[in-house]
């Protein structure tokens, strides 16, 4: 049972916009919109596009995209970390006034001086805080200070954390980080303090990567006299070797998975079970999600990204989606791929073969793949498993059996079987013996749904127009 925060929760996610929403984020983004709508609260969206040289506008509609996809509908107007930034400059002059900040007159030859030795010793390459106490009238000509936060350099900052428990950090190991650059700008760490405070976030749910970055921010928060949110950090998700999730693994952005076929239903489905379960339920419909989502079921070790259980649970979900809403969607597939608007006929026939074509289909693409000789136009390209399957006597038995299907009546997938067992006990045949050749002709492959009911789907002039193209082939001149 999921312990209840004690008012509606205000989560939010807020991703740089220098490339795509990658598979990382998107989990983190479910986690923070299940909380929030688990219990009541809103789902906040802020852009930290501080770095400007780095954002780009295309990223932005990118994560706007993937999030609308996904169907993680966020509260509010968005909010654009940058154009806080003179709130967040405030903060640190604020601060400054306190004696909790101070200017620091460094320069980069000894900065980078500073970080060297304390790699030569041994040390972590931390500012050393010679400006800390120090009278800025000491400073030299020519260096625009930057300021820096008085941190606590005893004792211990101390993270309640809801998935990884008390985290203590000893104040040693935390330098005097900088809040605002020699430029006037505010760095990272100052402007979140200040937007989460701003806008009310009442629990930070995010990657442990940041736990570090927490600790910082808490000496902020203690600083500014603000309460701080509640902090929740997930574990990251590793590669099926259990390396750092890459590329190779699946470290994608969220619209290549919409483009390799994969449903959105299923997506957060499979992102959900990464670092969160709910005993065995593999299968979790948003709506269950929504009713059982709560953090301390979120397990403190890395998750695994595997591609053959996303496969295997969007072959689910694929099963269990609308015919109508899969024939739109393979049918536009379609279309982009042959160049030729799927109407008529051809949308007929795939509305009719989709509750076939869907039970062995794991993504949308392969969906796409086996629906694709139903719109192909004669004479179909066969594979080389099938084009074997047509040659020498079974082209023949195809001709025969063509005479057959010429004045079958009722064209059905029944009254076709029926045909064509009689043909095969008539001939001392095996029904395989008809059956793949058949389906070799009317597919260009080894393998199709049943293919009685294809050759209905097909149609009578469809089904002996492409059983003739296979005859004529096997016994054209050039094939004796």
Known sequence: MSTSPAAPPITRFAPSPTGYLHIGGARTALFNWLYARRF????????????RQRSTEDAIAKIFDGLRWLGLDWDGEVVFQFARAAGHAAAAKALLEK???????????????????????????RYDGRWRDRDPAEAPPGIAPVIRLKAPREGETVVADLVQGEVRFPNSELDDMILLRSDGTPTYMLSVVVDDHDMAISHVIRGDDHLTNTARQIQL??????????????????????AKL?????????????DMGYLP?????????????????????????????GLDAVGRSPARFDFAKLDNL???????????????RVGTMLADRTGVPITGADAIRLAAAMPGLKARAKTL????????????????ALDDKARRLVAGGAAKHLAEFRIALAVLEPWSAAGIEAAARAFTEATALKLGD?????????????????????????????????IDDVVDAAFAPENG
């Not at 890459?246 to 919409?258: D, F, I, N, Q």
């Not at 693409?365 to 179909?380: G, I, K, Y």
């Open 365 to 380: 693409l392969q969906l796409t793949d086996s629906a694709l000789f139903l719109v192909t136009r004669r004479p179909l």
């Open 434 to 466: 008809l059956a793949q050749p058949l389906r070799a002709a009317l597919t260009g492959s080894t393998v199709s749904p049943p293919i009685f009911e294809t050759a209905e789907i097909l149609g009578r002039d469809e089904v002996l127009g492409r």
């Open 40 to 51: 009541g609260g809103t789902f906040r969206l802020r852009i930290e596009d501080t770095d």
């Open 314 to 328: 969007n072959g689910h979900y694929l099963r269990d989606a609308a015919d109508e809403r899969l024939v739109e």
């Open 99 to 125: 004696g909790l900040a101070y200017r620091c007159y460094c320069s980069p030859e000894e900065l980078t001086a500073m970080r060297d030795q304390a790699r030569a010793e041994g040390r972590p390459p």
């Open 221 to 242: 928060y203690q600083g500014l006299g603000w309460a701080s949110p509640t902090f929740a950090h997930i574990p990251l998700i590793h590669g099926p070797d259990g």
């Open 246 to 258: 890459s590329k190779r693994h699946g470290a994608l952005g969220v619209e290549a998975y919409r």
């Open 265 to 293: 239903e299923a997506m957060r489905n499979y992102l959900l079970r990464l670092g969160w379960g709910h005993g065995d339920d593999e299968i979790i419909s948003t709506e269950q999600a929504v009713a059982w989502f």
